[in-house]
């Protein structure tokens, strides 16, 4: 009886359905029978090849190398030995040079001080911390950098990376996902590319530091915004810059900046790892060289391996904005904490920075007296602003190939070695950058240059330039 009923009941669902409902399930229920009687995939059911048959494709096959080849005269295959110290000489291949392609911009590397409070830390804590951030590697000394870094940049809160590439390549990610977008100068530094990668944004790019393609492409999007309000709603703009671009040696326009992030409603990340100690009357960077209220930058980052001379980075905002990244930034939450002794390290240079706010006026100066003295070279044509530590020399002829212009690089840089003069060729994955740089020589200035030693690098290049080219 109960079966007659559940038969009924069935019938009169049946039939108040919908008819596409009844297809629907009818296939269902055909689909889930085939499923149950079909026969399996066997691999041993598979024809086997006979021996011929393998031996052919054995010998059709060409293996690939594991790495391309590398030409013997390639500058990976011919590395320089350092001994000591990279300081503001440094001994290369037994010459001793001075170094003029180190960003030690402060001179802090062979601080005593810095060294002495390093050592006392060392002896307290270790060398490692044995773990991230998140688990067991946080140690007094992280609690008060962060600390010391927030009120040196006038922020809310910090949170210090343990290495400086890091820093910014995992900021951007854990703000910046697939549905954002993100506008960016076309001569970022690789770290904010790939910080761009990982965050799967749609990424536009304007020509470098101009303002008029900038607001181009904000018009563009205002255009498309238009005709999907709902997507424009639902979608969040960034832009991103460096303050002084590494590729370059250029300021960015932060005023300007500033006024299209207003305008357009951008959150504006820069990261500050060159200009962090070098640009401002007292170090704190380009907001600090434009006089520009820091609250109007959602976000500084800067690495502490340049100015600072220790090692890691530093991500800076109010505390809403930092504290997403303890739980969000890659870098942060997988990497080993900063060592101890390296967090106390920046920790004295910074007090450095503070006691001696004069150190910033001698970097200008020298800045300035490089920048006259090298934009007179024949043959090497001089590019980056007169304030900014590093600045590039390009050939003034360029070769027809790239390889031919890095090659008479090279030359000028092996002729300066063996003259006392320590310089880089910037190298770059040129299969990965978005905009390849040209070939240069990269010159990093810092406070400890004397008027006779700048006066020597440019009689050095002055006479490579008259040799090599």
């Not at 000028?412 to 310089?423: P, S």
């Not at 690098?457 to 080219?469: G, R």
Request: aromatic residues 8%; hydrophobic residues 40%.
């Amino acid at each position: 009886m109960s079966s007659l009923w559940i038969l009924l009941e069935m019938y009169q669902v049946m039939n108040d359905a919908p008819i596409y409902h009844v297809i629907l399930e009818v296939c269902l229920v055909m689909l889930v029978l085939w499923l149950l009687v079909r026969k399996s995939y066997n691999p041993l059911d598979a024809q086997e090849l006979t021996e011929a048959e393998k031996e052919e494709i054995i010998s059709e096959w060409i293996p690939e190398p594991l790495v391309e080849s590398i030409p013997e005269t390639h500058r990976v295959l011919n590395p320089r030995l350092i001994n000591g110290k990279v300081g503001k000489y440094v001994v290369i291949d037994d010459h001793k040079c001075l170094n003029m392609a180190s960003h030690n911009f402060l001179g802090l590397v062979e601080n005593k001080e810095m060294e002495e409070t390093a050592i006392k830390c060392l002896e307290k804590y270790g060398v490692g911390s044995c773990g991230p951030r998140g688990f067991y590697g946080t140690v007094d000394v992280h609690l008060e950098l962060e600390e010391k870094i927030a009120k040196f940049v006038n922020m809310e809160e910090a949170v210090v990376y343990s290495y400086g590439f890091s820093t910014i390549a995992s900021a951007i990610p854990a703000y910046a996902k697939r549905a954002d977008l993100i506008f960016v100068d076309e001569c970022v530094n690789f770290a904010i590319q790939k910080g761009l990668d990982a965050s799967r944004s749609t990424i536009r790019f304007y020509k470098h530091n101009s303002m008029e393609d900038l607001e181009r492409l904000l018009e563009e999007q205002v255009k498309q915004d238009v005709l999907k309000p709902k997507k424009a709603k639902a979608t969040r703009r960034f832009l991103v810059v460096e303050g002084i671009y590494m590729n370059t040696g250029s300021i960015a326009p932060l005023p300007k900046l500033i006024e299209l992030r207003k305008k357009y409603k951008l959150r504006i990340f820069i990261d500050e790892s060159l200009s962090f100690g070098t640009l401002g009357s007292t170090g704190r960077g380009i907001t600090e060289y434009f006089n520009i209220p820091v609250e109007e930058v959602d976000l500084l980052s800067s690495s502490l391996e340049w100015s600072v001379a220790s090692i890691g980075g530093f991500c800076a905002g109010t505390s809403f904005i930092v504290e997403h990244q303890r739980l969000s930034g890659l870098g942060y939450c997988f990497s080993a904490s900063l060592p101890p002794l390296l967090a106390s390290a920046a920790i004295k240079a910074l007090d450095i920075m503070q006691e001696n706010p004069s150190m910033f006026a001698e970097l200008k100066q020298n800045c300035h007296l490089v920048q006259e003295s090298l934009e007179s070279i024949n043959g090497l044509t001089l590019s980056g602003h007169e304030d900014s530590p590093v600045k590039h020399l390009y050939l003034s002829v360029p070769c027809e190939t790239r390889e031919e212009e890095e090659g008479k690089l090279l030359a000028i840089v092996d002729y300066c070695l063996t003259h006392g003069i320590a310089l880089t060729v910037p190298s770059y994955l040129e299969d990965k950058e978005v905009n390849l740089p040209r070939p240069s020589l990269r010159i990093a200035v810092n406070i400890l240059l004397t008027k006779e030693e700048i006066s020597k690098v440019k009689n050095v290049l002055s006479k490579a330039c008259e040799d090599m080219l």
